[in-house]
């Protein structure tokens, strides 16, 4: 199954990179409906999830329930297992490319999506279904009633509390190849008097403004910050998608990152490993950064020491060390490398971004309203209020949003 999100993950991110400059950027609405129908005399009834009014690749959703209420059966009444024995999609050129049930939790989450191969009149040509005011039915659900109560759905969102999912806090995102997307999401029941709920979620549009809050810091040391890059775009080739094809982008506690463009995950297998700030400091983990940079990154279990060899220069930083040393000369930085956990027992190196501009050099922007980090070659003259740098990041942003669930 992960091979088959990779898949389709390397195949959308292949279709986004053939669109028209600037298709990306626009900002769509939509409606997405939850409908309860009413319960047969076991007390078993269906909820349907419709869209109307929008152009989607597909949507990933996390909901939640009173598990003391409602009880999620299969098709015999039985209680189910798995989200596959009560839940799935209705239309044939669609696919569920993730399942995740929690019955004890009453949290359930699935992502549906627009099949690769799909064709037809309600299918852009870049893959999205096109919906109209007429609600398209996509995916159901089955549950039954087991005491009185609420027996209605919601979005699970970090913000309401538990429980909810970690890997999609904000509940609900829909993804569109061509724009960024706003939704409204509603809860009716078909068959009752009851009010239909209703509330709004930026699915996937980032933020327009930024800010940093610390300058770029560049030695030069063992990068070419004196030099031109040749790969550097130039003055009338500065796009979003050629700035990002020389960046590396991380956000502050996700488990995937922005590599030329491309969504990867740092660390496959461990999404507990992702950028995280403290102490007014950001901390990214230097085997992964530096990889990407060109390095050779090493390991010293004995001494706990990280070491980074790149053009001929050697780095070397030890856990808990405030100092690292550059060719053997001793530099300073303002937070000492640290180990992270990681699956199995195992730990992860952690630096502060300015070892990366101060060791590696390179420009490197901690842009705070996205909570990301810009890693670029100083050659590049990222600028950190520029226009072009923005709608790059908002790219990024988007793409996180879109593919970091399926790697």
Do not use: C
Request: aromatic content about 8%; charged content about 20%.
């Amino acid at each position: 199954m992960r091979r088959k999100l990779l898949a389709l993950a390397m195949v959308a991110l292949a279709l986004l990179s053939v669109m028209p400059p600037g298709m990306a950027v626009g900002v769509g609405t939509g409606t997405v409906i939850f409908e309860s129908g009413a319960p047969d005399a076991d007390g078993v009834f269906q909820v349907t999830m419709k869209v109307q009014d929008t152009t989607v690749w597909g949507i990933q959703f996390a909901l939640k329930y009173d598990p003391a209420v409602i009880q999620p059966v299969d098709a015999q009444g039985d209680p189910a297992q798995t989200l596959a024995d009560f839940a799935g999609v209705v239309q044939p050129w669609t696919e569920v490319v993730n399942e995740d049930f929690y019955p004890e939790r009453g949290l359930l989450g699935s992502a549906w999506i627009t099949s690769l191969d799909a064709t037809g009149d309600q299918i852009s040509q870049y893959g999205d279904t096109i919906v109209g005011s007429e609600p398209l039915d996509v995916f159901t659900f089955r549950f039954k009633r087991l005491a009185e109560g609420d027996t209605g759905l919601e979005i699970a969102t970090e913000a309401k509390g538990e429980p909810f999912q970690d890997v999609i806090p904000e509940g609900l995102i829909a993804m569109s190849m061509t724009e960024d997307l706003i939704m409204d999401v509603i809860f009716r029941e078909a068959d009752s008097a009851a009010p239909e709920r209703s509330e709004t979620i930026v699915t996937s549009s980032a933020p327009s403004d930024s800010s940093s809050s610390s300058p770029a810091e560049s030695t030069g040391a063992m990068g070419s910050s004196g030099t031109t890059d040749p790969d550097a775009p130039e003055a009338g080739q500065r796009t979003p998608e050629a700035l990002l094809e020389q960046a590396v982008m991380l956000k502050i506690g996700s488990h995937a990152a922005v590599v030329k463009g491309s969504v990867t995950a740092i660390y496959p297998g461990e999404r507990e490993v992702t950028a995280y700030a403290h102490d007014n400091r950001t901390f990214v983990p230097v085997r992964f950064v530096g990889e990407r940079l060109g390095a050779t990154v090493g390991w010293d279990n004995e001494t706990q020491t990280a070491t980074v060899e790149k053009d001929g220069h050697r780095v070397e930083m030890a856990i808990g060390s405030s100092t690292f040393t550059l060719d053997g000369a001793s530099r300073s930085v303002d937070a000492p490398a640290e180990l992270t956990p990681s699956v199995g027992g195992n730990f992860r190196t952690m630096v502060p971004i300015r070892f990366v501009s101060e060791a590696l050099g390179y420009q490197v922007e901690w842009d705070q309203a996205r909570d990301l980090v810009v890693i670029v070659p100083t050659a590049l003259g990222w600028d950190k209020d520029g226009q072009v740098e923005a709608q790059a990041m908002d790219q990024a942003i988007l793409r996180l949003s879109m593919y970091s669930m399926f790697v």
